[in-house]
């Protein structure tokens, strides 16, 4: 067990839906990651979150949003979904936001998104 | 762009053979490097990491990786495989505030 908590396991919606992905770090951590991980396009890293704040940006679509609360959880929300859309959404925090040495991520289990 | 490029999308071996799977990355500047591992059902586990020292980092269960800066490679290693192994493995580059994964690997192991 990484400590990171992801929620739903599983969720099934429809095209045009919108839906929201909880993640609870693991205690003490201040980062939390998104991650999409689909056939085609493998694991990509959506984006960061650093003690409240956005601190980094990848390959994030305009239709899907993230935030992250004081108590360091974190929600993305996704919007308008395609079925393109489908894919395992991941989680991952750490306990620093900066990019480099000691900054190991650990990742929750994932959330399967269906979209039908 | 910076890009991560896993050569085998799938790896079939028996116990016991040696392993080796490819990771080469395009970037020029300086990277931190990640193997991570997913068994099935399960999440993704940190193997190892290189940020600077040694190019030959170990990691769990047995596994290396080695840096080779000339040839952007950071493959991964293991003398001698067990069924346990059968996972998917992804190559992860971390540099200019992003992180980018390969596609990974698929590893499965003949008892």
């Known amino acids: 067990d990484s400590g990171v908590t992801q929620t739903p396991k599983h969720l099934i919606t429809a095209t045009g839906q919108r839906v929201t992905l909880r993640c609870s770090p693991r205690?003490?951590?201040?980062?939390v990651y998104w991650y999409q991980q689909s056939l085609d396009q493998g694991l990509q890293f959506l984006i960061q979150?650093?003690?409240?704040?956005e601190r980094a940006k990848g390959n994030i679509l305009e239709r899907f949003s993230a935030q992250q609360f004081p108590d360091l959880h974190s929600e993305l929300n996704l919007s308008s979904l395609e079925l393109g859309d489908s894919a395992l959404y991941f989680c991952?925090?750490?306990?620093?936001?900066?990019w480099g040495e000691g900054n190991i991520q650990y990742f929750g289990a994932g959330t399967r998104l269906s979209v039908l | 762009a910076q890009s991560v490029s896993q050569h085998n999308h799938h790896v079939i071996l028996s116990e016991a053979a040696s392993l080796e799977l490819g990771c080469n990355y395009s970037?020029?500047?300086?990277?931190?490097l990640f193997w991570y591992v997913q068994y099935p059902g399960q999440h993704l586990q940190l193997l190892l990491k290189?940020?600077?020292?040694?190019?030959l980092v170990k990691g769990i269960k047995g596994f290396e990786a080695e840096f080779i800066k000339s040839k952007f490679s950071f493959n991964l290693r293991k003398p001698s495989v067990q069924w346990s192994d059968t996972a998917e493995y992804f190559c992860?580059?971390?540099?200019?505030?992003?992180?980018?994964f390969g596609k990974g690997t698929r590893l499965h192991i003949l008892p």
């Open positions: 991952a925090s750490s306990v620093s936001g900066a």
């Open positions: 970037y020029g500047g300086t990277v931190n």
């Open positions: 290189y940020f600077s020292g040694d190019p």
């Open positions: 992860a580059v971390n540099a200019d505030d992003k992180i980018i």
């Open positions: 205690s003490g951590d201040l980062s």
């Open positions: 979150y650093y003690n409240g704040e």
